[in-house]
């Protein structure tokens, strides 16, 4: 089994009590979130043997809680979301004129918002693992689905 065939997720929970209402377009967005890392990820928490893992994300008092465990593992890693606030405000942003460009714009119009919106779910995403640093390894795709789930609890419908 290589490395990143033993480390990976083979479920996530999202905390219920956490996720706030969300639209259509963002519901989409975190089931096809949560497909992609499931079919594709390397997730390495420190200490841990081999997986595969289980991951629940909740958000208590604006802290991630990534509860995780695996065969002979069971950590809970706590993160404050202060750093991630501007980004994901500035992500949400970007979000709402995609999806409305996405039904008003031209393609060139839509490409360019979208560009904006992967630049700054990349800049999320390479904090993400900034933060995980020392505490769970990941790769890029995978921090960017991570993401895209930590958004999914502050989206207000």
């Given at each position: 089994?290589?490395?990143?065939?033993?480390?990976?997720?083979?479920?996530?929970?999202?905390?219920?009590?956490?996720?706030?209402?969300?639209?259509?377009?963002?519901?989409?967005?975190?089931?096809?979130?949560?497909?992609?890392?499931?079919?594709?990820?390397?997730?390495?928490?420190?200490?841990?043997?081999?997986?595969?893992?289980?991951v629940k994300i909740a958000?208590?008092?604006?802290?991630?809680?990534?509860?995780?465990?695996?065969?002979?593992?069971?950590?809970?890693?706590?993160?404050?979301?202060?750093?991630?606030?501007?980004?994901?405000?500035?992500?949400?942003?970007?979000c709402e004129s995609y999806y409305a460009a996405i039904r008003n714009s031209t393609p060139a119009q839509i490409e360019a918002i979208d560009m904006g919106r992967r630049g700054l779910h990349n800049e999320g995403s390479a904090l993400l693992q900034a933060r995980l640093e020392g505490k769970v390894k990941t790769d890029l795709d995978t921090a960017r689905r991570l993401f895209t789930l930590i958004c999914a609890l502050h989206w207000r419908g």
């Open positions: 089994m290589t490395e990143k065939a033993a480390h990976r997720l083979q479920s996530i929970e999202l905390d219920e009590d956490s996720l706030s209402a969300a639209s259509r377009d963002q519901e989409q967005e975190r089931q096809v979130a949560i497909f992609d890392l499931l079919e594709d990820n390397y997730f390495e928490p420190a200490g841990a043997e081999a997986g595969p893992y289980d958000l208590v008092e604006n802290r991630l809680v990534m509860a995780i465990s695996g065969p002979g593992y069971e950590q809970t890693h706590v993160l404050s979301l202060s750093p991630f606030r501007t980004v994901i405000k500035d992500y949400f942003m970007i």
